[in-house]
């Protein structure tokens, strides 16, 4: 379990941590059920560093810098993905050279434009929250986009033969399990989110909603690239996590607009 959980974080984030012995397509399913986990601890770090830049800086700057920050933290991992898919399916290509424009390292005009558009979204949702209410937002959405990878592995299969994200398929017979648990992870985070942010918008229910919603979000989006490729690949499964935790800001943003009312 302490080797799965130090895969998560190693593929996850930019922590040096060390893994012994060679690492198999089984290791690599298993440690999927730990994302959740890695997710939350990400967005528990954000909303500390967010409320204590909140004392000292204007809500967008806050938000701005919380939002490079997580981005360092993972990489830009997730956003790769999320360029590289907005580059080969926008780009209006059949199926194998939109598929070949993914694997591409050049970043083109859509990855750009999508890398850009989703920043200036999440800054800005970010920034208009408070400290109470983006408790909810940033700990069971950024637990839930990262239980999204088992959900895409175990619903579709690889579009490519070879890939970064292939040999996380190969051990897809474990899917119920590994749905399971990252399905638990997500349900350990909105409890603790219920705990936390019981005075944020929303109350009890705030993480509930925005897991759940900014989870179907993702998720209508990675269907609809599915079929136009066949399946998913490691990229899709990225840009689902940076789809995810915008639409967990947008949602928070608008359980707060209610809470006003």
């Known amino acids: 379990m302490l080797r799965q959980l130090t895969l998560a974080i190693t593929f996850l984030t930019g922590v040096p941590l060390k893994v012994e012995g060679e690492v198999s397509p089984a290791d690599l399913w298993r440690s999927m059920g ?5 997710g939350l601890a990400l967005g528990a770090a954000a909303w500390g560093v967010y409320a204590g830049l909140l004392e000292l800086l204007p809500g967008l700057v806050a938000a701005a810098l919380v939002v490079i920050l997580l981005e360092a933290v993972t990489r830009g991992l997730h956003m790769d993905g999320l ?5 080969g399916i926008l780009s209006g290509a059949p199926r194998e050279r939109a598929l070949e424009i993914m694997k591409d ?3 083109g005009a859509m990855g750009v434009v999508a890398a850009v558009l989703i920043l200036i979204l999440k800054v800005a949702a970010l920034g208009a929250l408070t400290r109470a209410d983006a408790a909810a937002p940033l700990l069971a959405g950024w637990c839930a986009a990262r239980a999204l990878p088992a959900v895409d592995v175990y619903a579709w299969p690889y579009a490519r033969a070879a890939g970064t994200g292939e040999a996380f398929t190969r051990e897809r017979s474990l899917g119920p399990v590994q749905l399971a648990g990252g399905l638990l992870g997500a349900g350990v985070a909105v409890a603790i989110v ?3 942010a019981v005075d944020g918008a929303g109350g009890w229910y705030a993480g509930l909603v925005i897991a759940a919603l900014s989870m179907a979000a993702a998720l209508g989006v990675q269907a609809a690239v599915a079929r136009r490729l066949g399946g998913l690949t490691g990229d899709v499964y990225g840009m689902g996590i ?3 935790e915008a639409a967990a800001l947008v949602v928070g943003c608008a359980l707060a607009g209610l809470a006003a009312r």
């Open 34 to 38: 730990w994302y959740p986990l890695v």
């Open 83 to 87: 360029m590289d898919t907005a580059d």
């Open 105 to 107: 390292s050049n970043a």
């Open 194 to 196: 219920a705990g936390l």
């Open 242 to 244: 940076e789809l995810a």
